[in-house]
């Protein structure tokens, strides 16, 4: 039940990026909706730490510093989708 939690609220928030950039509303909309995503994503690391072979310290460095480059990417995306989706229908 929480994964499913987990996964409405990722797809609640990529949703809300790509509407943000269809109705043109500004790149802080695209920037809070990369917060929102490597918030989430932190969310299910404390199963992946368990796992690794090396140091907690540099699992847990590599591991944000990913989270980050995807929910930036991601959500940059999302909102340029948005954006043309927009110009595609007139909007």
Avoid: D, K
Avoid at 9 to 22: H, I, N, P, Y
């Amino acid at each position: 039940m929480v994964e499913r939690a987990h996964s409405a609220l990722v797809f609640a928030t990529l949703l809300a990026v790509s509407l943000a950039g269809l109705v043109n509303t500004s790149l802080w909309s695209a920037c809070a909706g990369a917060a929102a995503l490597v918030l989430l994503s932190n969310l299910g690391r404390s199963m992946l730490s368990g796992y690794s072979m090396a140091p907690i310290q540099a699992t847990q460095a590599y591991c944000s510093l990913a989270s980050i480059i995807n929910g930036s990417a991601i959500a940059s995306g999302a909102y340029i989708l948005g954006r043309s989706a927009a110009w595609l229908w007139g909007i």
